[in-house]
């Protein structure tokens, strides 16, 4: 049973469109990530946080950007959808702790733009 | 910063019969070494993990062994059954760096 949650699962929008991908953990963790995932499974951080008001690039470059009101959301926009953002979009979540890095991914957003 | 290679990117096994993968890393300040499985339409999931100061771990089929000095870990199945077809990732963490670093994955499949 997922405790992060991604919406929507999967997008079809148009050239141009504005778009918000959500992502929310009940988990209480201070560390949230995206990233973005080719089809050849690479995966590629874009995004992450350390906690509210935090919010730092990935190794790969990317025309998103996030936001970090909440602990708990951690939502993706895009201002003006392309065809190149074409991808999967997965979303994480890990405590900050000593030793304890692990990640609690959620099911991801498969998003086309058309 | 860390680079981690897996290999193999694809993998073929009969049921029954074991799967290896292997993972290099660069950094030898990485200290926490997870393995994920990603099923079709799936987010990756943790399967089993290992701290440096452990050089095997065992969850039933599943197994991983670290060797520092080398800087490579592996992850064993044995006994592969059809359900264990997926995408598997090996990732390893620093500790003070900002995220894991994962490899390329490596999709297993396993012929009934």
């Known amino acids: 049973e997922a405790d992060i949650y991604q919406t929507p699962r999967y997008l079809v929008i148009g050239t141009g469109k504005k778009i918000t991908l959500e992502c929310s953990q009940t988990?209480?963790?201070?560390?949230m990530y995206w990233y973005q995932q080719d089809p050849g499974m690479e995966l590629h951080l874009i995004h992450y946080s350390y906690g509210v008001n935090s919010t730092e690039k990935g190794d790969l470059s990317s025309e998103s950007t996030v936001s970090r009101i909440r602990t708990e959301h951690f939502p993706l926009t895009l201002e003006s959808a392309r065809p190149s953002h074409t991808s999967q979009y997965l979303c994480a979540s890990s405590e900050i702790g000593d030793g304890n890095y692990g990640y609690t991914f959620g099911s991801g957003t498969r998003l086309t733009v058309v | 910063g860390e680079n981690v290679e897996q290999h193999p990117s694809t993998l073929s096994v009969q049921e029954g019969d074991s799967a290896v993968i292997k993972c290099t890393y660069s950094d030898s300040a990485s200290n926490y070494f997870p393995w994920y499985k990603q099923e079709l339409g799936k987010g990756p999931q943790l399967i089993i993990d290992?701290?440096?100061?452990?050089g095997e771990k065992k969850d039933q089929r599943i197994a991983v062994t670290l060797n520092k000095t080398a800087k490579h870990f592996s992850l064993h199945i044995t006994e592969t059954q059809p359900e264990d077809s997926a995408v598997y990732f090996c990732a390893a963490h620093e500790g003070g760096r900002r995220a894991l670093t994962f490899g390329s994955g490596t999709r297993l499949q396993v012929q009934p």
């Open positions: 290992i701290r440096s100061n452990v």
């Open positions: 988990m209480g963790h201070d560390k």
